[in-house]
């Protein structure tokens, strides 16, 4: 996991090696982008697919999962998201 670690610490400013880094990046993630949090991090494992880190897109994969049951969790029950 050390690939995957490496790219988000430049992203982020801390490894992502732990489900707790998992939801300290998904926070800060919903800090900067708000709503459109999990379509940032989308894009950026897409972007480590691209760069065959598969390391880095599985990490972000969970940072996308962790987004998404954050935001659920802060809307009023029966809202969409997006």
Do not use: F
Not at 16 to 44: C, F, H, P, V, W
Not at 60 to 76: C, F, G, M, N, S
């Amino acid at each position: 996991m050390r690939a995957a670690a490496a790219c988000l610490e430049c992203e982020l400013g801390c490894p992502i090696t732990s489900d707790l880094d998992t939801y300290r990046a998904a926070n800060e993630l919903i800090k900067q982008y708000g709503d459109a949090a999990d379509i940032e991090a989308a894009m950026r494992a897409d972007e480590r697919l691209a760069a065959v880190d598969m390391d880095g897109e599985a990490a972000w994969l969970r940072i996308v999962k962790a987004v998404e049951e954050l935001l659920a969790k802060e809307r009023p029950e029966g809202e969409k998201m997006h």
